[in-house]
């Protein structure tokens, strides 16, 4: 059966804009070419400038390599600063920033704060079945939390593998390449928290 066309969301058009500018402004403050920061991230210089003008939706696994090039996080590119430090702050569904995996069968909601973004990073996962989300390797020593709340995942690093199903948490050094795999029949989802090197002491 052929996939109804999704209508055009205002909020991942609003989020793209605005990564396409920091993109750009992160890449000129740091004296960077398109080609400088395609050799550094590996993404094709046509690509990075239809980023930039907001003419492409990048995939987590390409900003991913942006990021890296440029020195910040996903997370941070895409957050904005709070204007002043508050009490409580409040985020409704249509502020919080998604992103989709390569497949497009993987969204993450970043949920972590930008406050804390260089030790914690925190998102609520979606995986429909057969969704895969590949993950560049995080600051050596970071540790990555998976706390199943429906269906089933399985985490891939090298040659070995683990599994969770709900209720149960998976715990993993997340310094190497590593991907999460739906490898149940209905949609799951999770809780998954980032401890960067910055905050981890490696025994």
């Given at each position: 059966m052929a996939r109804s066309k999704r209508l055009p969301c205002p909020?991942?058009?609003?989020?793209?804009?605005?990564?396409?500018?920091?993109?750009?402004?992160l890449r000129t403050a740091d004296q960077m070419s398109l080609g400088d920061l395609s050799?550094?991230?590996?993404?094709?210089?046509?690509?990075?400038?239809?980023?930039?003008?907001?003419?492409?939706?990048?995939?987590?696994?390409?900003?991913?390599?942006?990021?890296?090039?440029?020195?910040?996080?996903?997370?941070?590119m895409v957050s904005d600063a709070p204007s002043k430090s508050t009490l409580v702050q409040k985020a409704v569904i249509q502020d919080i920033p998604k992103l989709q995996s390569e497949d497009g069968l993987c969204e993450l909601q970043i949920l972590g704060s930008l406050d804390?973004?260089?030790?914690?990073?925190?998102?609520?996962?979606?995986?429909?079945?057969?969704?895969?989300?590949?993950?560049?390797?995080?600051?050596?020593?970071?540790?990555?939390?998976?706390?199943?709340?429906?269906?089933e995942l399985t985490v891939v690093i090298g040659s070995?593998?683990?599994?969770?199903?709900?209720?149960?948490?998976?715990?993993?050094?997340?310094?190497?390449?590593?991907?999460?795999?739906?490898?149940?029949?209905?949609?799951?989802r999770a809780t998954m928290v980032n401890i960067l090197a910055h905050a981890v002491r490696v025994r």
């Open positions: 909020e991942t058009e609003a989020l793209s804009e605005k990564l396409g500018q920091t993109i750009q402004r050799e550094l991230s590996g993404v094709a210089k046509s690509m990075i400038s239809q980023i930039e003008k907001n003419e492409s939706n990048p995939t987590l696994a390409t900003l991913s390599r942006l990021s890296q090039a440029l020195g910040t996080s996903v997370e941070a804390t973004v260089e030790f914690v990073q925190w998102y609520d996962f979606t995986a429909q079945s057969g969704g895969v989300l590949e993950s560049s390797p995080h600051p050596q020593g970071s540790i990555e939390n998976l706390s199943v709340l429906e269906g070995e593998s683990w599994n969770a199903v709900a209720g149960e948490t998976l715990r993993y050094r997340a310094d190497r390449p590593h991907l999460i795999r739906n490898t149940g029949s209905t949609t799951a």
